[in-house]
Nanobody, 128 residues
Framework: QVQLAESGGGSVQAGGSLRVSCAVS???????MGWFRQAPGKEREGVAA????????YYADSVKGRFTISRDNAEKTVYLQMNSLNPEDTAMYYC??????????????????????WGQGTQVTVSS
């Protein structure tokens, strides 16, 4: 069954904004949550991550200052607000969750192997 469900992707002009969402179900514990993206022919890369309490966030250098990750634990939803989008941001965006009780680490948050649950992805396309 799908436990992480992304939504909110679409097409936007360069310089525009999108917000993608990840609805979590079937996961009883809070954990470090992350957003990854993968363009065709390229390796999946970490975009952002957020700690269990929401007071710690981590970003790839390529999106720092443009993207903002947040979470609503009551709604069990993680968001990624993407501003000032450019064509290089075009990719399939995936939501991912680490193990229960695992929190984010400044050195390892972007390592794919630490995430054990993955959504099906939502496509983001940015045109010039």
């Amino acid at each position: 069954q799908v436990q992480l469900a992304e939504s909110g992707g679409g097409s936007v002009q360069a310089g525009g904004s999108l917000r993608v969402s990840c609805a979590v179900s079937g996961l009883p514990y809070n954990r470090c949550m992350g957003w990854f993206r993968q363009a065709p022919g390229k390796e999946r890369e970490g975009v952002a991550a957020i700690a269990t309490s929401g007071d710690g966030t981590y970003y790839a250098d390529s999106v720092k200052g443009r993207f903002t990750i947040s979470r609503d634990n009551a709604e069990k939803t993680v968001y990624l607000q993407m501003n000032s989008l450019n064509p290089e941001d075009t990719a399939m965006y995936y939501c991912a969750a680490q193990r229960p009780w695992y929190n984010c680490d400044s050195r390892t948050w972007s390592q794919k192997g630490r995430y054990i649950y993955w959504g099906q992805g939502t496509q983001v396309t940015v045109s010039s």
